[in-house]
């Protein structure tokens, strides 16, 4: 039978996957796409009965797709931690781990899934994923160093950061790409040592990015929020998400989002909920026609130009 696979080109996806893999070695069809292309199972061929894993994308951003699977005669094994829509499916081949808490991600749920056989690619995703807390926890418990807690969160930070940008022309590498140079590696820590190719331009290209984007102009600041706003270009695109967790890092009780110029009269918005209550950033999210993602990060991917100030009365209004 044909196996797909299905994920988010962030670090929890590609992280995710490469522990599937490791653990269940095949030859899949991959699909995956930007950070923000989430409406990824409708790439998935309907001719004949196929397994697909779905991993570190929103069911309710893929239920249409998902169903049509199952009615086809798919089965679907869905890992994720987005919130997944008011019910899921009820069918024989539908086979779900689902947890929206804000303290896990999906790297975590399969490494509960693999009874930590990879744990150290879990950590990398989870410091990815802007889970700090949680990362240094699992990298104490594991007696993990210093200087290798460091490594993987650099490390999970990075491959987060790659996987920005409207188009995969501003990426550094292909998801699939940066996957299969990765996987390579059971161990995360190995990767890092032997200092590869693809690790070092990311890397490179992480710190220069943020360079610039630490410079970005406030457009509000409130108490309780605070939007800054990039230009429409490469590494403004590739930094967004990344410099919106920088961000929260640094202004632990503020919501903070930031506004990528696009092409178009518009904006490409990432939402962080403060990191001492993280919770939100979905609800303020959808509240716009492209909005969506989980409650400590979310995202609009298409707000128009006058919206904007609606948008950032929203933010201070519901973080007040």
Known sequence: MQIYDVFNGDADGICALIQLRLAEPCDSTLITGVKRDITLA??????????????????????????????????????????????????????????????????????QYLAGRFHNWAIAAAFGDNLNAVGEALAEKAGLSAEQTQALKMLGVCINYNGYGSELEDLHFHPTDLYREF????????????????????????????????????????????????????????????????????????????????????????IRAPLNNRTGADEVARRFPSGGGRKAAAGINDLPAEHLEEFIGVMSEYWR
């Open 42 to 111: 409708q790439q998935v061929p309907l001719g004949t009965p196929a397994h697909v894993n779905i991993l570190d994308i929103s069911l309710d951003k893929n239920r249409a797709a998902v169903d049509k699977l199952l009615a086809a005669g798919c089965s679907v094994f869905y890992v994720d931690h987005h919130f997944p829509g008011e019910t899921l499916p009820d069918a024989p081949g539908f086979t779900a781990l689902i947890d929206t808490q804000p303290t896990t991600c999906t790297s975590l749920l399969v490494d």
């Open 183 to 270: 996987v390579n590696f059971a161990d995360p820590l190995d990767l890092i040592a032997s200092e590869p190719a693809a690790w070092q331009h990311l890397r490179d290209g992480y710190e220069a990015d943020m360079a610039y984007g630490l410079t970005a102009p406030v457009l509000a600041e409130t108490g309780k929020s605070l939007v800054v706003k990039l230009p429409h270009e490469a590494w403004a695109r590739r930094v967004s998400g990344v410099l919106g967790n920088e961000l929260a890092n640094r202004h632990p009780d503020k919501a903070c989002a930031i506004v990528t110029e696009t092409a178009g009269d518009s904006y490409l918005v990432s």
